[in-house]
Nanobody, 120 residues
Framework: VQLQASGGGLVQAGGSLRLSCGVS????????MGWYRQVPGKQRELVAL???????NYIDSVKGRFTIPRDNDKNTVSLQMNSLKPEDTAIYYC???????????????WGQGTQVTVSS
């Protein structure tokens, strides 16, 4: 099982970016999917989370600006980021909690990070 993230880049404050993450490989079920971010010297933080039935959670600083759509048929999760601010600058990581087989435990998988830079 692998997660592949894409879509980072450089954008001016107030602009938008969309990150995408796809799950490849054989899976039995995918539970929560989410996006985390990390800046140098700080802990990785959860930005947005979506359950397998579509329930979402966001950190306060992105509420109203970010959304986390998910496509269960394609095993993808995205992060639509609008009204970006310089403080959103970070490396963004996608995450999915996956059961690879019916009787295996659900464990978290990580995509490679993608850099998002917001200039002022």
């Amino acid at each position: 099982v692998q997660l592949q993230a894409s879509g980072g880049g450089l954008v001016q404050a107030g602009g938008s970016l969309r990150l995408s993450c796809g799950v490849s490989g054989s899976t039995f079920s995918i539970n929560d999917m989410g996006w985390y971010r990390q800046v140098p010297g700080k802990q990785r933080e959860l930005v947005a989370l979506i359950s397998n039935v579509g329930s979402t959670n966001y950190i306060d600083s992105v509420k109203g600006r970010f959304t986390i759509p998910r496509d269960n048929d394609k095993n993808t999760v995205s992060l639509q980021m609008n009204s970006l601010k310089p403080e959103d600058t970070a490396i963004y990581y996608c995450n999915a909690v996956i059961k690879a087989r019916r009787f295996s435990g659900a464990i978290p998988y990580w995509g490679q990070g993608t850099q998002v830079t917001v200039s002022s």
